[in-house]
């Protein structure tokens, strides 16, 4: 799903966000990417999302090589992630569905078959009775939710999360990340930058630890 193989990142300013790094990521394999502020874990979303392009190394995501990748094919390429922030950005002018909604909408999708697609999105994070009401309305946590309904709801190959709990209490914290473990369960492949140590220990999956740009430790899964 996503290769790394010996990738560097140097911005003009001379700063090395990333430094000779390689892994491997599975189809439905959960991974956690974790390291010190400054590390270069948003760095390496953004290379992922082609938002930046690698100083050295090849990445490969999906099949498709992004240094290959052209300006036509980036918005289609784009459409196979599902990308979960922390501060949600949802659009507070809108309803639920209508945020959930967004994606579908702009890649030309036909109404009715929006419809059915954000219903099961949201149901799938439990917030189906909910669809008409404003986001500003909800909880942190139930506004996560949207969030990742969104990710979801054009069924990616693979999801991308920044610190999806940061800003939530242990307990919603646990549930978001249950969350992503059920779309890990079929087939998903996911990616979860998070500097809470505490809880993705407990969580024992894979860890990607990064050091100054340098990736420390790449440990398998815990089985």
Do not use: C, W
Request: charged residues 20%; aromatic residues 6%; glycine residues 8%.
């Amino acid at each position: 799903m996503i290769r790394f193989n010996n990738v560097s990142k140097r911005y003009p300013s001379g700063q090395e966000a990333l430094s000779g790094v390689s892994f491997r990521l599975s189809a439905g394999e959960l991974a956690f990417l974790t390291g010190h502020s400054g590390a270069g874990k948003s760095t390496l979303l953004k290379l992922i999302m082609r938002m930046e392009l690698p100083s050295g190394g090849q990445i490969s995501v999906n099949g498709h090589s992004l240094s290959r990748l052209s300006r036509e094919q980036l918005p289609y390429y784009r459409r196979a992630i599902g990308v979960v922030f922390q501060d949600h950005q949802l659009l507070f002018d809108r309803s639920v569905f209508d945020n959930v909604a967004l994606p579908l909408a702009i890649a030309g999708y036909d109404p009715r078959h929006i419809a059915r697609r954000v219903r099961a999105a949201l149901d799938k994070v439990g917030l189906l009775r909910k669809e008409q009401q404003n986001p500003a309305a909800l909880s942190s946590g139930e506004q996560q939710r949207v969030g990742i309904a969104r990710a979801v709801v054009n069924k990616p190959a693979l999801i991308l999360a920044d610190e999806p709990t940061g800003n939530l209490d242990p307990e919603l914290s646990a549930e978001i990340m249950h969350l992503f473990e059920q779309f890990r369960g079929v087939g998903v492949a996911v990616l979860i930058a998070s500097h809470d140590l505490a809880l993705i220990s407990s969580l024992r999956h894979r860890m990607l630890v990064l050091d100054q740009g340098r990736l420390i430790n790449a440990q398998d899964e815990a089985r």
